[in-house]
């Protein structure tokens, strides 16, 4: 999770081995940190060279360790006030 509204992860960068982006469930502001992703909530996105993931802050979200070459993203975080 970040602190963000939205966030856009832009994939810049070339080949890499492993570095999934790992999506677990959405909780509401109570709940976000106190509750364990059940399986059928996980997701795993495989990055492809020149594409974007726009997905909400509070979407429990990291990205895994790469195993070989490097990883080159753009991560723009976007917050408002309301």
């Not at 999770?1 to 832009?10: G, K, R, Y």
């Not at 790469?66 to 006030?81: E, F």
Request: charge should be negative; glycine fraction near 4%; hydrophobic fraction near 35%.
């Amino acid at each position: 999770m970040d602190d963000s509204a939205v966030t856009l992860n832009l994939y810049l960068g070339t080949e890499f081995t492993d570095g999934q982006l790992y999506f677990g469930e959405v909780r509401c502001s109570s709940h976000v940190r106190s509750t364990r992703s059940r399986d059928d909530e996980e997701f795993y996105l495989e990055h492809q060279v020149e594409t974007a993931c726009l997905h909400l802050g509070n979407h429990r979200h990291k990205a895994l360790p790469i195993t070989s070459d490097r990883r080159l993203n753009l991560i723009v975080w976007v917050n408002y006030d309301i």
